[in-house]
């Protein structure tokens, strides 16, 4: 196993030195050259002394984007993405929260970045790669860096509307590598057909097994999202065999009938995270590709993307949950009742909150010691010496087959009429509804009224007709309202602050 991530682009840079890496829209990157450009940005900041400092990488979605990443890491500095369409409000409180050594960004948005940048330094991409790496400072850095220190700090919407920056290590990143590799075999022959924003932790997964495993990822236009027809013959023309999407992504090319209608000759593997995958859905993409891979990853930004994972090896009905299944290697989740007392795979549907401790757990939130008090524990089964676990917040259970069951977040947990209601559990029975392509539950407590949102072809009597069978009266949505889209936020999952302004 690795110490640092740069050592598995310094091995791709040598086993793989012309083979491609990245490709975007504009621009193709081999490992030799990312290595380069990359040393090149690390001399800039070793040059200038910065050590173990939050490093602002300011530009649009690209091969770029991971050069600075890695430059970041070969420095011994960590990095923030910061998505150029961001909101400028939502930019300065996070530059309030990291106060940056630097801000990395190109001639295009220069100005832009003056906006909010206010006393931090700001380097130009284009001026930085013309350094001549100097292998003495970069090795001193790398040197003096440990597995334990900060690789990244991504932000993720607080439920207050306020940032978290997320700290993860290098340690935690390199562990999670070696279990995906391990897990879905990925390798040099393997071609990802890159979705996630490079600010959303589902994009770890993309890069770093590219850099490990010297694969080649292809970064998917947004636009083409938009586009089936584009966006399959891109896969196409491509020849991406593996893709790690986010579940809205998957369902919206189910519900335009493309993926029956494109077929991809190469895809054999398609991993999915981030939020519910319905089976109505996913059993459209197993028709069309009865011999792929499909794989459920779970896990919140808080435990370096993923910490439980079911790879689907029957058959479902579109009525039923998929099960996020069992925790990966070298991790250990734990389901703790109210009383903090564990949960058995022997006691199933009885619910409790999903709990993680291992190397994956984050380090906290930066800046934040209130939040990080709150959210990283201490172990209450551990009363003998000093152990992290992190609450995320969700409610699960096991199944009978002994595997972990989503039900919902805690904070989508509300007591209606009496009874104490998960509206995952509303949503996935509207979700196998035919006519229904995307559905949110939302709780009105001024009003006590459950309120679905929803976005299809179906009238609102039908959807209830059709539930009744599946859940009881007091679980049927009060409200019903029809979309004509769903709101979507920037990691491309169902919006539900945006929706609760409509209650």
């Known amino acids: 196993m690795k110490r640092l991530v740069t050592d598995y682009l310094d091995e791709s840079a040598v086993k793989f030195a012309e083979k491609i890496a990245f490709s975007d829209e504009n621009r193709e ?6 290595q380069t450009e990359a040393q090149s940005i690390a001399t800039y900041l070793c040059q200038k002394n910065i050590f173990k400092k939050p490093v602002i990488i300011y530009l649009d979605k690209s091969v770029e984007v991971i050069c600075c990443f890695m430059g970041a890491a070969y420095s011994g500095n960590f990095y923030t993405p910061i998505d150029t369409s961001m909101p400028s409000s939502r930019i300065e409180k996070i530059l309030e929260t990291v106060s940056p050594a630097l801000i990395i960004t190109d001639k295009k948005h220069f100005e832009s970045c003056q906006n909010f940048a206010s006393s931090t330094e700001i380097k130009l991409y284009e001026d930085l790669i013309k350094l001549i790496p100097e292998q003495t400072l970069i090795q001193n850095a ?4 440990i597995d334990t220190d900060v690789l990244y700090v991504l932000f993720t919407s607080g439920s207050t509307g306020t940032p978290k920056g997320v700290i993860i290590n290098q340690k935690a990143v390199i562990d999670y590598a070696e279990w995906v590799t391990e897990t879905f075999d990925i390798s040099s022959e393997t071609v ?5 924003p490079f600010y959303f932790d589902n994009s770890i997964l993309d890069i770093y097994q590219t850099l ?13 999202f938009m586009l089936p027809k584009n966006l399959f013959a891109f896969l196409t023309e491509k020849k991406v065999n593996t893709i790690f999407w986010v579940p809205s992504a998957l369902c919206i090319m189910a519900n335009l009938k493309a993926v029956d209608k494109f077929i991809v000759p190469t895809l054999q593997k398609i991993l999915f995270c981030g939020e519910v995958m319905p089976n109505k859905q996913l059993n459209i993409w197993r028709k069309a590709y009865p011999d792929a891979l499909y794989a459920n990853l779970y896990g919140p930004t808080e435990i370096t993307d993923v910490c439980a994972y079911y790879i689907v090896n029957r058959e479902f009905s579109d009525e039923e949950s998929l099960p996020i299944g069992f925790p990966c290697k070298n991790t250990d989740i734990l389901i703790l009742d109210e009383s903090d007392k564990l949960i058995s795979p022997n006691e199933p549907d009885k619910k409790g909150e999903l709990c993680v401790r291992g190397t994956c757990n984050s380090l906290g939130y930066y800046n934040n010691p209130e939040k990080t008090q709150a959210a990283f524990v201490q172990n209450p089964l551990n009363k003998n010496y000093r152990e992290i676990i992190y609450r995320t917040g969700d409610i699960v259970h096991y199944n009978r087959f002994g595997e972990i069951m989503y039900d919902s977040r805690k904070d989508f947990q509300i007591k209606h009429m009496g009874h104490r209601i998960e509206l995952g559990e509303i949503e996935t029975a509207v979700s196998a509804v035919d006519g229904v392509k995307q559905n949110c539950c939302l709780y009105d407590s001024e009003k006590s009224k459950i309120v679905l949102f929803y976005t299809g ?8 007709d059709a539930i009744k069978k599946s859940v009881p009266d007091y679980m049927i949505p009060n409200k ?7 709101p979507m ?7 539900r602050t945006e929706l609760k302004k409509q209650l």
């Not at 990802?192 to 996630?196: D, H, K, Y």
């Open 29 to 34: 990157i081999t490992f030799k050259q990312l």
């Open 142 to 145: 790398l040197n003096r860096t």
């Open 192 to 196: 990802f057909g890159e979705q996630a």
């Open 212 to 224: 490990k495993n010297g694969a080649t990822c292809h970064i998917i236009p947004q636009k083409f």
């Open 457 to 464: 072809t179906i009238e609102p009597q039908e959807i209830i």
């Open 480 to 486: 019903k309202v029809h979309l004509e889209q769903m």
């Open 489 to 495: 936020n920037m990691n491309g999952k169902i919006d």
